[in-house]
């Protein structure tokens, strides 16, 4: 079955960190470039990170820019979004979005979305 | 502020046509191709519209888009209840280098 499954989200205080991951099944993982999108509560959708099937490059929003890593491990069918030094406005819940093909922005599978609230 | 805008409601009764527009610059919506998302609240966004005017398989007809210079637009066409829900345009900004989003628009059924 074609899917992602996520993982990792929780309340966590500001100043802390936290890992999120994405489990893929039913597609070649390592053939495709995956994205990490937000949807804080009352707001719209907000791109947070991106990282192409090669991995040499990978891009950020300027919000989340020397907080937060994404990486991927093919040998495990996972992509991981490291968050360090949360903060309230981080709070919101994640999505997970792998790309259709060789564009960079055509997201045409999402996970489920995981929780992630900053509070003290 | 969402570099992409989108009127943040519309409406219309069943079977009705609505179109929802979306307005950006020559940095993204002008150089680049435009996608729309379907978003219901708790739920996964869902690809509607890509490279503008594509319909992904199993997409209703219903949903069609367009563009031009740096506008674009999502119709839907024979408006249903199940059509309520928050839609997304999106495109790469050269800029920016990222996606940016609109702010979304939350399609009600009267």
């Known amino acids: 079955q074609v899917q992602l499954v996520q993982s990792g989200g929780g309340v966590v205080q500001p100043g802390g960190s936290l890992r999120l991951s994405c489990v893929s099944s039913?597609?070649?993982?390592?053939?495709?470039?995956f994205h990490w999108v937000r949807k804080a509560p009352g707001k719209g959708l907000e791109w947070v990170t991106f990282i192409p099937y090669h991995e040499n490059t990978k891009y950020y929003a300027d919000s989340v820019q020397g907080r937060f890593t994404i990486s991927k491990d093919n040998s495990r069918n996972t992509l991981y979004l490291q968050m360090n030094i949360l903060r309230a406005e981080d709070t919101a819940v994640y999505y997970c979005?792998?790309?259709?093909?060789?564009?960079?922005?055509?997201?045409?599978?999402w996970g489920q979305g995981t929780m992630v609230t900053v509070s003290s | 502020q969402s570099v992409l805008t989108q009127p943040p409601s519309a409406s219309g009764t069943p079977g009705q046509r609505v179109t929802i527009s979306c307005s950006g610059s020559?940095?993204?919506?002008?150089?680049?191709?435009v996608n729309w998302y379907q978003h219901l609240p708790g739920t996964a966004p869902k690809l509607l519209i890509n490279?503008?005017?594509q319909r992904p398989s199993g997409v209703p007809d219903r949903f069609s888009g367009s563009k031009s210079g740096t506008s674009a637009s999502l119709a839907i066409s024979g408006l249903q209840s199940e059509d309520e829900a928050d839609y997304y345009c999106a495109a790469w900004d050269d800029s920016l280098n990222g996606v940016v989003f609109g702010g979304g628009t939350k399609l009600t059924v009267l």
């Open positions: 979005a792998k790309l259709a093909g060789s564009g960079p922005d055509v997201f045409d599978l």
């Open positions: 490279n503008n005017d």
């Open positions: 039913g597609f070649t993982f390592s053939a495709y470039g």
């Open positions: 020559s940095s993204n919506i002008g150089s680049r191709t």
